[in-house]
């Protein structure tokens, strides 16, 4: 039976989220009470971008990740001209939270995963007690922090770096695919993956920056999604193939067509032989 201070508790969604992270830890009584006081007014977000996965698609994985529900819009080539102007600099992506608009990707996604990357628990006991929890999506100390900014600004120098060779493969320009990849691409990879191999060598928890998952591990392992166009993509690199793979098991589905291009992820069918049944 819960105590009499129950009815004045007012608990947040938050709080309601690391419950179900944490739920084999609690009573089912404990969980219905912290959804019947959750809030009437929750928090709207609504995600802008173009039809497509590029720099939104971090901003809609963060959300998923915390669990939280969003409005996806989604505007067309033909559609953006007439909401250019709605926006806060006049590109996408765009987070609404509340009718209140936040530009530029990277500024949004430290935004919600600071905000989802700690909660308070609110525990029952002859007095109420609050702890406050580290998931740590966005670090969980000031260094890690800035670890994890650092990390994903690299990863993003890298994404410019290669964009003239990306127009080319994915088919949005014309030019020397060879020309670019031996002068553009293979050597700002090679570059990247180099300092992406040794940050997961010195990890003892498979993540880039401490014991758990950051928003930077789903800007990386974003990437994956160019292998769909250049197989090659991880080869030379079969330290760091996996890697994307561990963090989004919805990457499962690229390593067939991976395994049949990649003469270095050989070691993949002893991992997951299911996959290529």
């Not at 971090?58 to 250019?84: G, M, S």
């Not at 670890?147 to 993003?156: K, N, Y």
């Not at 993509?233 to 760091?240: A, L, M, R, S, T």
């Not at 890697?243 to 067939?256: D, K, S």
Request: glycine fraction near 6%; aromatic fraction near 16%.
């Amino acid at each position: 039976m819960l105590l009499k201070w129950s009815k004045k508790v007012v608990v947040t969604w938050g709080q309601i989220w690391a419950v179900r992270w944490m739920r084999q830890n609690f009573p089912s009584e404990f969980q219905n009470f912290l959804r019947s006081r959750l809030r009437d007014e929750m928090v709207q977000y609504k995600v802008t971008y173009f039809d497509g996965r590029g720099v939104g698609e971090l901003i809609r994985q963060v959300l998923t990740v915390a669990e939280q529900d969003f409005e996806d819009v989604r505007y067309t080539d033909e559609q953006w001209p007439k909401h250019k102007a709605e926006m806060p600099f006049g590109q996408l992506p765009v987070l609404e939270i509340d009718g209140k608009k936040l530009a530029q990707s990277f500024a949004i996604a430290r935004f919600l995963a600071r905000k989802y990357g700690t909660f308070s628990i609110l525990f029952i006991s002859e007095q109420p007690c609050r702890r406050t929890q580290k998931l740590g999506f966005a670090g969980k100390n000031a260094f890690d922090e800035a670890l994890v900014d650092s990390i994903a600004d690299q990863l993003r120098d890298y994404v410019v770096e290669i964009r003239p060779f990306y127009k080319v493969a994915m088919g949005f320009e014309e030019g020397d695919l060879t020309a670019l990849t031996k002068d553009v691409y293979g050597p700002a990879r090679d570059k990247m993956f180099t300092i992406i191999r040794k940050l997961l060598k010195n990890s003892k928890s498979g993540y880039l920056v401490g014991d758990s998952l950051t928003w930077a591990d789903l800007y990386l392992a974003e990437f994956a999604e160019f292998a769909k166009k250049v197989p090659s993509y991880y080869e030379g690199f079969p330290e760091v193939i996996l890697y994307p793979f561990l963090i989004r098991p919805m990457n499962y589905q690229i390593l067939g067509l991976l395994f049949k291009n990649c003469k270095s992820c050989l070691f993949l069918r002893a991992y997951k032989p299911s996959l290529y049944a």
